[in-house]
């Protein structure tokens, strides 16, 4: 399992560090909110049908072979990309690469570990989502510190050599399965197949949908523009409260592995996100103070989300493609979402997307709390 989470932190420490960088220089470069959100709604919607291809692979071939032969050298090359990119189009192709990079990395994860903790899985999926939270802040962090004394170009590099470094805890995986059969089309093609899986599973696939509505557009493209263009936060700046928010949301996540998923946590954390998201956009100097908050709801938001998967997802056969199919809605939701924030906040303003981060969530935990109960 610590190799498993060496490759998440290390995956998520690029991706956390690119979510920063990449909004940030084509808004440096003049390009406009509604074009940035394309760029960036570009990623779920290739995610959406790779990780898909991928899951299905995965479950005839085996998970391993996927860090090494996929996500490490597609964070490699994405990262290259995006440091070579000089136009729209360019960085496009970067947004392409990433999505399978970044397939790779979630159609297999998950099956990782639950393959090599089968009486623990949602606890250990949540740790794994905590360190995933650790990375993407700490790179964040880093990131708008590097932007802020050295600029782009060099803030990439670095990325890129951590992008390298991906591959030693690919290389030790390589032989943790047994082995697995050759890929068949047709095998393939009946994994695939979304027939049979069940109500619950249908349910719990639309219920993950509220969560990534709540947080996706938020973190993939508003608040970094907010907090550079409304409240003049350096780079640096934008980084540090991206890594607090990130150690927050994680503290909380361990901290509360063991407290049941009940009304109560519900009622908690349902209560901070929508107070949060209505204030937001008009906090002025409470911004951060705010913001962290939402990281707490965030925290406990978290073991829902991994426990409702846990449970949808419990043949070992096809726990990938099950995994992946669960999401489909999901990315969907992501896609549109990010395409039609940045247009909402140039035309309304950010207070309308802020606010339904807050509604969404609520959604989400009072319909996980249903779903764990079922």
Do not use: C
């Amino acid at each position: 399992m610590k190799r498993i989470l060496a490759i998440t932190f290390l995956n998520n420490f690029v991706s956390g560090g690119l979510a920063l960088i990449i909004p940030l220089l084509l808004l440096k470069r003049n390009v406009s909110l509604a074009e940035i959100g394309v760029v960036i709604s570009i990623l779920p919607l290739i995610f959406l049908v790779v990780r898909l291809v991928f899951a299905a692979l995965a479950d005839q071939v085996g998970w391993a072979r996927f860090y090494l032969l996929l996500n490490w050298p597609g964070t490699l090359i994405s990262t290259l990309i995006y440091f070579l990119a000089d136009s729209l189009p360019v960085f496009l192709v970067g947004k392409i690469t990433e999505a399978v990079k970044t397939s790779s990395y979630w159609a297999v994860n998950r099956t990782a570990i639950f393959t090599l903790s089968p009486r623990e899985k949602a606890v250990w999926a949540t740790r794994n989502a905590a360190v995933l939270s650790l990375a993407s802040s700490t790179g964040s962090a880093i990131s708008g510190i590097a932007l802020t004394f050295l600029g782009f170009s060099p803030t990439l590099i670095l990325l890129i050599l951590v992008s390298g470094i991906l591959v030693i805890p690919a290389a030790l995986i390589w032989q943790a399965q047994g082995s697995k059969a050759k890929v068949r089309f047709s095998g393939t093609i009946t994994l695939l197949n979304p027939k049979g899986k069940g109500r619950t599973f249908w349910i719990i696939s639309v219920i993950m949908l509220f969560f990534s509505l709540a947080f996706y557009p938020l973190f993939a493209l508003l608040l970094p523009v907010f907090m550079a263009q409304q409240l003049g936060y350096s780079y640096m700046a934008i980084g540090i409260v991206f890594m607090l928010y990130g150690l927050i949301a994680a503290s909380v996540t361990f901290s509360t592995l063991k407290i049941p998923l009940g009304l109560r946590r519900v009622v908690i954390q349902s209560s901070i996100a929508l107070s949060v998201t209505f204030l937001l956009a008009y906090s002025g100097s409470f911004f951060i103070i705010l913001l962290l908050a939402l990281a707490i709801a965030d925290g406990l938001g978290i073991r829902f989300f991994e426990s409702i998967i846990a449970k949808a997802s419990r043949n070992e056969l096809t726990v990938s493609v099950d995994i992946g199919l669960l999401h489909v809605p999901m990315r969907i939701a992501e896609f549109t979402s990010v395409l039609s924030a940045g247009f909402i906040a140039e035309s309304f303003g950010y207070m309308p997307v802020f606010a339904a981060s807050g509604v969404f969530f609520t959604l989400f935990s009072v319909l996980s709390m249903y779903a764990l109960r079922m």
